[in-house]
């Protein structure tokens, strides 16, 4: 390595724990505003996203893409790109999005993640596709699950248990027959599973067993449009109550990822199908 190089990386080394100090202390002195800004404005948000993006990697916009920071730097922008781009699609009081709107929006989300998304699929189509999401307990994943044994890491189990276990099964019944027979993917649909108000989708009553079999994990792409967070989850169990006020509840792990972390909150998401027949499409967050 030459003396140049070595010159560079120290000087970068030092600069980063300046920058980082100084975000520290921004951060600090401005919490209140800054919490007050994210949750009380899209536009805002959009600012807030952008300038957070300069402020904490102003040293890597030269950066490869194929570094470690170039590579943050890539999500952080792709992040704010989609956001700026969902703002005028989103209208500002919430209502039911129109078809046209509905195929804009899935044809936005198709081209950033790459995926076939829908808001319909063989005719069938939830109460809507953005609404208030609130937070949900684990469900148990086959006879006998309990906190002892429902997390496979104790970080999983540190970060999570809090949450709770709920006392009864989703909507589908347990998710494997024993702790022998699971697979990953029980663990999966588990881990990232919603709960959405399948018994308000349009003509339900008169096709109660065909949309029960339809909505059975269906694949579900989510999106925080506040701050371009994605994850792909699956229809895990039928809820909320219209009465409460929320349009679908996401797992522990689904609402930390899309920071929505108090579900009192009531924050907004996107919601949309994705169309995923030979089951390619894995489930967890986007990045």
């Known amino acids: 390595m030459s003396k140049k190089t070595l010159s560079f990386n120290k000087l970068h080394k030092k600069w980063s724990e300046i920058h980082k100090k ?8 401005h919490k209140e505003a800054l919490d007050h800004i994210s949750q009380n404005s899209k536009q805002y948000a959009i600012g807030a996203v952008g300038g957070l993006m300069l402020l904490t990697n102003p040293v890597n916009l030269q950066i490869s893409s194929g570094s470690p920071s170039g590579i943050q730097y890539e999500k952080l922008n792709k992040n704010v790109h989609l956001v700026s781009d969902l703002e005028p699609l989103i209208p500002d009081d919430y209502r039911n999005f129109t078809d046209e709107e509905n195929d804009q929006i899935a044809d936005k989300l198709s081209d950033t993640f790459g995926m076939d ?3 319909e699929i063989d005719n069938k189509r939830l109460n809507t596709t953005y609404g208030f999401i609130g937070a949900e307990q684990h469900l148990m994943r086959y006879p006998g699950d309990n906190e002892a044994t429902h997390f496979q890491t104790p ?3 540190e970060e999570f248990m809090s949450s709770g ?26 881990k990232y599973y919603i709960a959405v108000q399948t018994f308000l989708a349009p003509d339900y009553l008169n096709r109660v067993g065909e949309y029960r079999d339809f909505f ?9 449009p506040h701050n371009g967070k994605a994850i792909v989850v699956v229809i ?9 006020g929320k349009h679908l509840g996401g797992s522990p792990e689904v609402m930390r990822h ?7 909150q009531k924050g907004q998401v996107l919601y949309y199908f994705i169309d995923d027949p030979e089951n390619k499409v894995p489930l967890g967050p986007v990045e």
Do not use: C, H
């Not at 059975?216 to 925080?224: A, D, F, H, S, T």
């Not at 895990?236 to 409460?244: E, V």
């Not at 899309?258 to 009192?264: F, N, W």
């Open 155 to 157: 970080q999983e189990a």
């Open 236 to 244: 895990g169990d039928a809820g909320p109550a219209k009465w409460t």
């Open 117 to 119: 998304i829908k808001y």
């Open 22 to 29: 100084q975000q520290e202390k921004i951060l600090d002195k």
């Open 165 to 190: 276990l709920a006392p009864g099964r989703g909507a589908w019944g347990y998710f494997a027959n024993s702790a022998q027979e699971m697979t990953q993917e029980d663990v999966d649909r588990e």
């Open 216 to 224: 059975k994990y269906r694949k579900m792409l989510l999106v925080n």
């Open 258 to 264: 899309l920071e929505r972390y108090d579900g009192g």
